[in-house]
């Protein structure tokens, strides 16, 4: 019976055990994260989601304080148009994130960066450039395209020197989203070194409708992407990713022609994930009827998170002159509607609730908006309870061997 370890993920002459760790933002992916995948021969990710404020909290930063302070006089204007980063704050903290990563790094694995085109920061098309020149220039290995089509953003990148030497890849959930990128960038003569298949079961913001996310289905989703690439002739890795929850799982779609695999859900309650212990405990508890696929994120995608994430229903008044990450380029965000909607409502109200909406910038770096994968409810299983009736942390290394080296789906606990 065949393993995951029977199986090689291969960039050009490089192999790498074909696991890879999902790019997990805020600062869930943390660069100890990426560095156990690495070492442990497999590919990790960091995520570049919100990196001010994860560099002023690793590295002594005070971009948020110096930012908030410019913009102090807006905090009660709905109008957030005027607030904009530092470009130069933008380019330090991506180049202090990525570069401390790669200098730590040890092992035969890669690590890639994990950049959503949704973090739109009131300039989209400035502001995700300099977070991918920064990035390559500060030696990541590769970057995976997520959150959006990113039609542009092999063009925001062909002018720097390392475009056709970093490995480049895109998340899409459906052949058509493929089909589009492809085409967009065929003149570049620069096709993509991999494209993960982000199927409905995934945490966090998924590429479905909040109505018929259901009805798809990952592993139907993943041959019609092979199919396709055997029409246009095309040898690309393709990455499945989204509820595969053990080694078996892993294992039949490596068995199908799948290059590796993408995994995070069990990640999340290890040690080296930068989830709050207190919140690990959470996911460990969570039952299936815990978990929803809801629309409070005000980027217009539907997400997956547990139904008793603070951020749902909390009110506060938006953050933008803090973060501000999710600012189109009108500095226009869904949550400041809803928000100031719910203040009308009830203006002599001292806190109020905001269902629809919520502001995720503020939650996601206060670690309140628990986005989470379909699997989570069995985490419970993957460890052991302890005395006090919490559950034992894991380690990064014990799941990622748990998956390499597993068969007949089992799950191996702690200590075996």
């Not at 206060?366 to 942390?393: A, E, M, P, V």
Request: overall charge neutral.
């Amino acid at each position: 019976m065949k393993r995951v370890d029977d199986f090689r993920l291969r960039f050009g002459k490089q192999e790498l055990v074909p696991i890879m760790i999902g790019g997990m933002g805020v600062d869930i992916s943390t660069a100890e994260l990426a560095l156990e995948a690495a070492r442990l021969g497999g590919v990790g990710h960091i995520s570049d989601a919100m990196l001010p404020t994860v560099s002023d909290r690793r590295y002594d930063t005070n971009f948020v304080k110096e930012k908030l302070k410019l913009y102090t006089y807006n905090l009660d204007n709905s109008d957030k148009s005027a607030v904009k980063f530092d470009l130069g704050q933008v380019a330090e903290s991506t180049r202090l994130h990525v570069s401390r990563t790669m200098e730590a790094k040890r092992g035969s694995g890669m690590i890639f960066i994990n950049c959503m085109e949704k973090l739109t920061m009131n300039a989209p098309r400035e502001t995700l450039r300099v977070r991918l020149h920064e990035a390559l220039s500060a030696g990541v290995d590769g970057i995976t395209l997520s959150a959006g089509l990113h039609l542009g953003s092999f063009t925001l990148m062909e002018d720097h020197p390392r475009f056709r030497d970093a490995k480049l890849g895109i998340i899409v959930s459906s052949v058509r989203a493929l089909q589009l990128f492809l085409r967009k960038n065929a003149k570049l003569n620069r096709f993509p070194d991999f494209i993960v298949v982000e199927g409905p079961l995934a945490g966090g913001h998924l590429g479905f409708g909040l109505d018929d996310w259901m009805k798809f289905d990952l592993r139907t989703i993943v041959n019609e992407v092979h199919q396709y690439l055997r029409n246009e002739k095309l040898d690309i890795p393709v990455i499945p990713a989204g509820g595969i929850f053990t080694g078996s799982d892993a294992t039949s779609f490596l068995e199908e022609g799948a290059a590796a695999v993408q995994v995070a859900t069990r990640f999340t309650v290890t040690d080296e994930c930068g989830l709050p212990k207190n919140v690990m405990q959470e996911y460990f508890k969570a039952g299936e009827n815990d978990i929803e696929v809801n629309t409070t994120s005000p980027t217009g995608y539907p997400m997956r998170m547990l139904k008793n994430s603070p951020s749902i229903g909390s009110g506060i008044r938006p953050g933008c002159e803090s973060y501000g990450y999710l600012l189109d380029a009108n500095g226009h965000c869904a949550y400041i509607d809803a928000y100031n909607r719910e203040v009308a409502a009830h203006p002599d109200a001292k806190k109020i609730e905001v269902m629809d909406k919520t502001c995720l910038c503020t939650h996601m770096r206060n670690f309140k908006c628990w986005t989470c994968g379909h699997y989570t409810y069995r985490l419970k299983d993957t460890t052991r309870q302890l005395k006090d009736g919490s559950f034992q942390i894991l380690t990064a290394e014990h799941v990622f061997h748990d998956y390499q080296f597993s068969t007949d789906n089992r799950i191996a606990l702690p200590g075996e």
